[in-house]
Each structure stands twice: as C-alpha cells, then as structure tokens.
C-alpha cells in the first residue's frame, strides 16, 4: 500500500511517542491547555506498531481511541509527561518521538479551593515547565530522537534553530497558519529537516504522513546505529 511503511523497518525496536496536549489545573475546575487533538502522535503510534516496533504511547488527555496494540500511558501535566517519558526510556529506547503540544507555562500553584471573582482584572502568575525532548535528547543515553515544531512564521528557520538547541536527530516541521491542516485537522502537511537534509510530505492526511514520517525515520535510524 503507498505510504505504508515497509513491514519490519522497526522490528526489535522500542519507541516512546508524545501525543496530545498538557493540561495544567489553576483551580480544582479550571485548566490551561491547547487545540491538540492528538491525532499526529496517535497516528506515529499505529505507524510505529505496523513496521514492527514496541510502542509506549505517553498520552495527554484526548476523545480519540488508542491505537490497537499500543501500550498507552496517559498523563495531565507536562510535569507528567517528563515523568512518565523519563521512566519509558529508563528501561530503554531506540526511538523517541515528541509530537506533544505540552504547555509552556503553568501556573505557579492551584488554589486548593475554586477561584472566586472579585475584581474587572486578574492576573495568574506562570511559571515554565519542563521540556520532556530537551531532557529525553540530553541523556547521556539518548535514543534517536525526532521532535515536532508548529510554527506560523518562518517555519524552516524556526524548526532547524529548535532542532540544533534541542540536539535532535530530526524535526517534523508544520506550518499551522494554513487553515484545515495540522492542529485539530485530520490533514497535514509538513518538512522534514535533518542535520544535512529535508524532505516535503503532504498535505495527505495524518495516518498517510506518519506512515511515510516513520519510513523515513526508519531509513535514518538504521544509518545511525548501523
Ligand atoms: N516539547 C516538549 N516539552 C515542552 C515543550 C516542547 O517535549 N515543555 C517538545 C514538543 O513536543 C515538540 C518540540 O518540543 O516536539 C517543540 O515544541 P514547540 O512548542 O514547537 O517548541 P518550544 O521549544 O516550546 O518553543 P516555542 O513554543 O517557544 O516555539
Ligand atoms: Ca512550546
């Protein structure tokens, strides 16, 4: 089938995948999170199963169905992503893909009781969170490593800045100031850059794109560790 990564491209393989957004709780009712509906990383996930891989999936909150064959742990906070990321690749990983929409900022505590209101403004105090690729690609035991970056301006300068920062192996880049693609849509289009190289995939839709991401990474992994 086109667009289907070749069978067995990842067999023997352990791959840790982020999907979804964070959630990060102000108050015992309220939140801070993001458009992701998660369907990217949920695609990579069933890609990754189909060329063979064992697939840890660390899931933000999302109305989608896990993927069959896919071990999924969901998780609230990026806090929780780091966490959960962490001990899936202390038990080891060949392949560590980041497609999470994890929230930069939290707020810098959640009242235990529901903020009331009082006055015409308020302001919430926010404080970064911890960025679980940065961390992953930092170890001194890094598996192969392949963030996202959504970006609406200069998108190629953009994701190759983050992928040299970051230290990735890769970075998916899209564009997700064009309407009905990417974010929430069942459609993408993305770049694909490496440290001496890039590709186009799409728009087509989101399983297509993962099945041709994860041929791809396939080709990439295998140079890397030979
Ligand atoms: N990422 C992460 N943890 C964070 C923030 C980002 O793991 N706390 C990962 C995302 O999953 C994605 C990549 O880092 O693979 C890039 O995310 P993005 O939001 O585009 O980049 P940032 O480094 O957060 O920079 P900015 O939002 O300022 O563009
Ligand atoms: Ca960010």
Redesign the pocket.
């Known amino acids: 089938v086109a667009g289907q990564p070749p069978t067995g491209v990842l067999t023997g393989k352990r791959v840790v995948i982020?999907a979804g957004p964070t959630r990060e709780p102000i108050d015992p009712v309220r939140y801070i999170s993001n458009h992701s509906s998660g369907k990217m990383g949920y695609a990579l996930a069933a890609a990754a199963r189909d060329a063979g891989a064992e697939v840890v999936l660390i899931s933000g909150p999302v109305a989608i169905p896990a993927p069959s064959g896919v071990e999924v742990r969901n998780v609230t906070t990026?806090a929780d992503?780091l966490k959960a990321s962490s001990e899936a690749v202390d038990v080891g990983c060949d392949l560590f893909i980041?497609?999470?929409?994890?929230a930069?900022y939290r707020p810098q505590s959640c009242e235990s009781d529901k903020i009331k209101k009082s006055s015409e403004q308020m302001a919430l105090s926010l404080v970064r969170?911890?960025?679980?690729?940065?961390t992953i690609a930092a170890r001194a035991d890094a598996p192969f490593t392949v963030?996202?970056?959504?970006?609406t301006t200069d998108v190629a300068r953009?994701a190759i800045d983050?992928m040299q920062r970051?230290k990735l192996q890769m970075i998916v880049a899209n564009d997700v100031s064009v309407p009905g693609l990417g974010f929430n849509s069942d459609n993408n289009a993305v770049t694909v850059f490496w440290p001496d190289g890039q590709a186009s995939i799409g728009p087509d839709s989101k399983q297509r794109i993962a099945d041709r991401l994860m041929a791809l990474i396939g080709e990439h992994l295998d140079q890397a560790t030979g």
């Open positions: 982020t990026a992503m980041a497609s999470a929409a994890v930069d969170n911890p960025d679980t690729l940065a963030g996202f970056a959504a970006e953009y983050k970051k």
